[in-house]
């Protein structure tokens, strides 16, 4: 795809129809499909995850699977409608290595973080949130353009060039990978707690 010679994509038809068609990286060539985001193409909250995983790749939805369950349920402790903030990722196709039958998760590099943020800042200048949510490192690097230490961060609001507010927290799927019980609720609890104040900032009643 040369970007130069791209028409401008000015509506969300133009735009899924050209993420089917993303060539700027290799990502494309053993996902599935792309994931794009959905949700409220007006909200003044938007939530940015890592990459699709498994289940998103197959079912061409965003946070769908375990992480999502997560995400959900936190949501809507935090008193978030998720059908009223926009769900995306930073990184469109799965990025995965195969062990056996499974296809496990691998991150996605630096080089495959910044091609997809150009999809990603068209998806902002679509929605036009206030308020960006980046759930964990690879979220936040998509986002902010640079790389970040969550525990740095975490409790800190970023602006973009733009005015749009940022704030960094978790990926749900840490919550997967915790053994303890008491960290794991702990660390639930902070989630929640972050979602509720991004809510707070973009004006959305909590």
Known sequence: MNDLFAPPI????????????????????DATQVVPGEGSTSAALMLVGEQPGDSEDRAGKPFV??????????LAEAGIRREKAFVTNAVKHFKHELRGKRRLH????????QACRWWLDLERGLVRPSVIV???ATAARG?????????????VTEALADGTRVRVTIHPS???RLRGETEK???YGRFVGDLREAAALAGLAV
């Open 10 to 29: 000015v509506s969300w038809t133009a735009l899924h129809r050209e993420e089917t068609r993303c060539r700027r990286c290799d990502l494309y060539r």
């Open 65 to 74: 699977g375990p992480a999502g369950h997560i995400l959900d349920r936190a």
């Open 106 to 113: 691998k991150r996605p590099d630096a080089g495959e973080i």
């Open 134 to 136: 980046a759930l964990g």
């Open 143 to 155: 986002v902010l353009g640079r790389a970040v230490t969550i525990a740095k961060v975490r409790d």
């Open 174 to 176: 840490l919550l997967l």
């Open 185 to 187: 609720i702990s660390e």
